[in-house]
Structures are given as structure tokens and as C-alpha cells.
């Protein structure tokens, strides 16, 4: 079946500790990437998207992350990462061409990200 | 702005009772969603509606039923709770198509089945 994988389940990191979450899709054609942030009892905020152009996309809060076509990945990064960063991140993707599911967003199950202060 | 607006925020049902949830949004969106949101396993759509007058099945439609009352409304039912449906429910909407699919989502209706 078709989905969002995310590799991690929870990572645990130090303050000042770089950040890469790993998100890989299993959609072929043209497909619009997504990363979510949800805070602890928060809802789903968008932290960056990608539709075309640029594989390097930079979001909020200091957030990248890189689309490699060839690996099917949309991986997440931040060089430094801050205990306000704690929360859950979900990748999540839109398929291509599905006539009306065409902005369904497939969310993988998320990672959880806890920053040490 | 309001975005999207979930109600109610928290529910407690009983097993056999029903309850609607609400969600409306003022960003004139042609599309809009219901995901369950369960730990360990991200978010799981419901039902869409692509636009205005339709509605079809995401992943994990058992259970439910929804109606899009007009373009700012679509809610989610729940005809007779089961405690599997304990869950946390976001509503989210977006345009729809193309580059418009960035998702915009409520603050999320916490149900529990007791």
C-alpha cells in the first residue's frame, strides 16, 4: 500500500544538537510534501511545504528540509535545536492526480522530539 | 481571523450514545477533512469533501457519517460511540487542488467512550 514512513519514533536530543528526522514516501508521480509540528496539546501547525522549484525548502523557526526525487525522501533539519522545539512532527503528503482526494493529506505516524535543556 | 473552529473542545459519551461534531471555516475553502488522530499512528482521514455538496471516504470511514452543510461547514457524526472511537478529531480544510493543498486544522475535539 501506498504511504508516508517516518523512521524514528521518538528522538531525544540536547540543546544545540543538530535535528534530522527522516520521511519517505511511496507515491509516484508529482506529489506536494509537508512538514507538521503539533506542541503538546496544540494542534497541527505547518512548519514548510514543498510543491516544485527549489528541493531545499526552508520554513519557520529556523526548519529546512531537503526533497531528493531519486529516494523518494522529504527529510527534516535544523542545526541547532531548542527545548521550545519539543513537540511531534508529522510528514505528511499529498498524492497525485486522485480527482477529488487530489489534497488529501497522508500523514506518516509522526515523531516524537524531546530537547534536553 | 478564526481559521477553523472545532466544537465542542472535550466529550465524554457512553457506549450507543451519538453526538455531532462541528467544524466551520472562514477561509472560503473549497475542501474540507475529518482525521482521527490516535498515539502511534499519526492522523488517519475520516471523510473529505472535495468541495461543496460531496463528500466521500478517507481510510478509516466505519463508524461515521459527515455532512458539508454549505462551504464553511462540515460535520462529523457519530451514530452509536464505541470506545474504539476514543480519539482525538481535527477538522482541517484547505483549497483543494494544486499548490492549495496546505492544510489548515481546528484546535481538535478530544472524545472519549466510556
Known amino acids: 500500500a501506498q504511504s508516508v514512513s517516518q523512521h524514528n519514533h521518538h528522538v531525544i536530543l540536547s540543546e544545540a544538537a543538530s535535528l534530522e528526522l527522516g520521511c519517505n514516501y511511496s507515491y509516484g508521480g508529482t506529489v506536494n510534501l509537508f512538514w507538521y509540528v503539533q506542541y503538546p496539546g496544540q494542534h497541527l501547525q505547518l512548519l514548510l511545504k514543498y510543491f516544485s522549484g527549489d528541493p531545499l525548502v526552508k520554513g519557520i523557526k529556523g526548519f529546512e528540509a531537503e526533497f531528493i526525487k531519486s529516494k523518494f525522501s522529504f527529510n527534516l533539519r535544523k542545526p541547532s535545536v531548542q527545548w521550545s522545539d519539543t513537540a511531534e512532527y508529522f510528514c505528511?503528503?499529498?498524492?497525485?492526480?486522485?480527482?477529488?482526494?487530489?489534497?488529501?493529506?497522508?500523514f506518516g505516524k509522526g515523531t516524537k522530539l524531546s530537547v534536553k535543556p | 481571523n478564526a481559521g477553523v473552529t472545532q466544537t465542542p473542545k472535550f466529550q465524554v459519551l457512553k457506549t450507543g450514545q451519538s453526538m455531532t461534531l462541528q467544524c466551520a471555516q472562514d477561509m472560503n475553502h473549497n475542501s474540507m477533512y475529518w482525521y482521527r488522530q490516535d498515539p502511534g499512528m499519526g492522523l488517519r482521514l475520516i471523510y473529505y469533501s472535495a468541495s461543496e455538496g460531496t463528500t466521500d471516504k478517507g481510510e478509516v470511514p466505519n463508524g461515521y457519517n459527515v455532512s458539508r452543510l454549505n462551504k464553511r461547514e462540515f460535520s462529523l457524526r457519530l451514530e452509536s460511540a464505541a470506545p474504539s472511537q476514543t480519539s482525538v478529531y481535527f477538522c482541517?480544510?484547505?483549497?483543494?487542488?494544486?499548490?492549495?493543498?496546505?492544510?489548515?486544522f481546528g484546535q481538535g475535539t478530544r472524545l472519549t467512550v466510556v
Open positions: 505528511a503528503v499529498t498524492p497525485p492526480g486522485e480527482g477529488g482526494s487530489q489534497g488529501n493529506l497522508i
Open positions: 482541517a480544510s484547505s483549497e483543494g487542488r494544486g499548490k492549495g493543498t496546505e492544510a489548515f
